[in-house]
């Protein structure tokens, strides 16, 4: 069976300081992966997806950015952590070959910046 | 411009029957999903619609009218484990999920 692990669940990070989370999915081969951030009240909002390795999109200009080094590895990243980069960051994955749309969510990483 | 809507929040009783709706606008479409999530949690597929008509799946059944660009999820026999927020997303003509705001449900005893 396939399966999503994100880490790490929770991180406080002063403002300036850089970030790292990875995701990884195991069971299934070349699967869309995403990056998305969500905040209090709002709809998820999507950063970034990638269909193969060292295929990245980005939805959002922004201070962030991500990184697919191996076919099941996805990895979320900044130099310098804003203030507003706060949020639930939530890595998810579809099947590559089927636009099916149902996406498998990994556990999600909680980011506080001070 | 693409947007879902959806009601912030609602309350209802347990044992009770809920519904949620959810308006959708969007470039293309490919379909409507439905995730539950509770609180602190990654979201989880409940349904997906693409054709008109009632979904039925135990107790949670998902509508969709595409000629009105709406749908809604039927929640019966509430029970408290069902308090958490309902998330609409429909899906656009290049396969990408438009997510709504979610409401969230509070189950009261």
């Known amino acids: 069976s396939q399966t999503i692990h994100q880490w790490p669940a929770t991180l406080v990070q002063p403002v300036g300081s850089p970030l790292s989370l990875e995701c990884t999915v195991e069971g299934t081969s070349n699967p869309n992966l995403y990056w998305y951030r969500q905040a209090a009240g709002r709809g998820l909002q999507l950063l970034f997806y990638?269909?193969?390795?060292?295929?990245i999109s980005s939805e959002v200009p922004q201070n962030l950015s991500a990184s697919r080094p191996q076919d099941r590895q996805f990895i979320l990243s900044s130099k310098k952590l804003l203030l507003s980069d706060s949020g639930f960051y939530l890595c998810?994955?579809?099947?590559?070959?089927?636009?099916?749309?149902?996406?498998?969510f990994g556990e999600g990483s909680r980011l506080t910046v001070l | 411009g693409q947007n879902i809507d959806q009601p912030t929040e609602m309350t209802a009783t347990e044992g009770a029957i809920v519904q949620i709706n959810c308006t959708y606008q969007t470039s293309g479409f490919n379909g409507l999903f439905w995730y539950q999530q509770h609180a602190g949690e990654a979201p989880t597929f409940l349904s997906y619609?693409?054709l008109d008509g009632l979904e039925e799946k135990g107790r949670f059944s998902s509508f969709l009218s595409r000629s009105k660009g709406y749908s809604y999820l039927l929640l019966k026999e509430l029970q408290m484990k069902d308090s958490a927020s309902y998330l609409c997303?429909?899906?656009?003509?290049?396969?990408?999920?438009?997510w709504g705001a979610g409401t969230k449900l509070i189950i009261k005893p």
């Open positions: 990638s269909v193969g390795i060292g295929q």
């Open positions: 619609n693409v």
């Open positions: 997303a429909a899906m656009d003509s290049n396969y990408q999920l438009i």
């Open positions: 998810a994955w579809s099947e590559g070959s089927r636009n099916t749309g149902e996406l498998f």
